[in-house]
C-alpha cells in the first residue's frame, strides 16, 4: 500500500466535524485492509461480494417467518457486517437480532438505508 493510499483510508474511516452531522464512512477500510494484508484485489472481491450478498440478507430477513429465523438471518447479516468493516450496518442488525419478528419494520426500514449507504460507498470506491 502505498503513503497515499493509506492516507486516503485514514481519511476515509476518521469521523467527520460531528457538528455537521456526519459520522464515520459506511466501511472501515482500514480494518478491511488488515483484515486482508493489504491485498487490493482481495479487498475489492471482498466488497463486490458483500455488495452482492446484501440482497440475500435482505430477502432472508423479509422472508422470516418465525423468530428464529429473523434472528438467524440477523446474526448473518451481523457476521458478515463487522468482518468487513460495516460497523453500522453490524450494530442494526445486532439491534434486529434482540427485536422481536412482529416489530421489525422499523428496523428493517433502518437497514435498508444501512444497506443502501454501504453499496453506495462500495460501488465509490471499488476499482474495476
Known amino acids: 500500500m502505498t503513503h497515499s493510499t493509506a492516507a486516503r483510508r485514514a481519511e476515509e474511516t476518521t469521523p467527520r466535524d460531528e457538528g455537521a452531522g456526519a ?3 459506511p466501511v472501515d477500510l482500514v480494518h478491511l485492509s488488515k483484515y486482508t494484508l493489504g491485498n487490493r484485489s482481495l479487498e475489492n472481491e471482498l466488497l463486490a461480494l458483500f455488495r452482492n450478498q446484501a440482497d440475500v440478507y435482505l430477502a432472508r430477513l423479509d422472508a422470516a417467518g418465525d423468530e428464529k429465523e429473523w434472528r438467524d ?15 453500522a450496518r453490524g450494530e442494526l442488525a445486532e439491534e434486529a437480532e434482540k427485536t422481536p419478528l412482529a416489530a421489525r419494520d422499523d428496523v428493517m426500514a433502518r437497514i435498508r438505508d444501512a444497506v443502501a449507504a454501504v453499496n453506495a460507498f462500495i460501488d465509490s470506491v471499488a476499482e474495476g
Do not use: D, E, F, T
Open 23 to 25: 459520522g464515520p464512512r
Open 73 to 87: 438471518a440477523a446474526h448473518s447479516l451481523k457476521g458478515s457486517a463487522r468482518g468487513l468493516g460495516a460497523w
